[in-house]
Nanobody
C-alpha cells in the first residue's frame, strides 16, 4: 500500500521556520523524483520545490528561492522541506508528490499538511 505521510506543519510567526517531512512507503523510493506543492485557499496548487531521484538536482519556484531547501534521505525514505523566513503569503496546505522517473508513469500524492504564517 502506497503511503505518503506529511508532517511538520503548524502555525508560525512571520520570519519563523518550519521543517516539513514526508515519509514514504509502498514503492521504491529511489526510483522517484519528489516534489513539494502547495495550495492556498481559492488558488490553484503550485509547485514549490523538486528534487531528483538521486538528489543530484533540485529546482525551486522563484517565490521560495533562497528561503526554502528541499532534501531527501534515500535510506529513511523521507523527503524534507526546510522553510525559513516564512511570510504570510506562504500560508497554504503543503503536499508531497512522488513521480516515477522512468516508465511506466506513476504519480502519488500525500494528504497535505497545513502551514499558517501569522502574527
Amino acid at each position: 500500500q502506497v503511503q505518503l505521510v506529511e508532517s511538520g506543519g503548524g502555525l508560525v510567526q512571520p520570519g519563523g521556520s518550519l521543517r516539513l517531512a514526508c515519509a514514504v512507503s509502498g514503492f521504491i523510493f529511489r526510483w522517484y523524483d519528489l516534489s513539494w506543492y502547495r495550495q492556498a485557499p481559492g488558488k490553484e496548487r503550485e509547485l514549490v520545490a523538486g528534487i531528483t531521484s538521486t538528489g543530484g538536482a533540485t529546482n525551486y519556484a522563484d517565490f521560495v528561492k533562497g528561503r526554502f531547501t528541499i532534501s531527501r534521505d534515500n535510506v529513511k525514505n523521507t523527503v524534507y522541506l526546510q522553510m525559513n523566513n516564512l511570510k504570510p503569503e506562504d500560508t497554504a496546505v503543503y503536499y508531497c508528490n512522488a513521480k516515477r522517473r522512468d516508465p511506466p508513469e506513476r504519480v502519488y500524492w500525500g494528504q497535505g499538511t497545513q502551514v499558517t504564517v501569522s502574527s
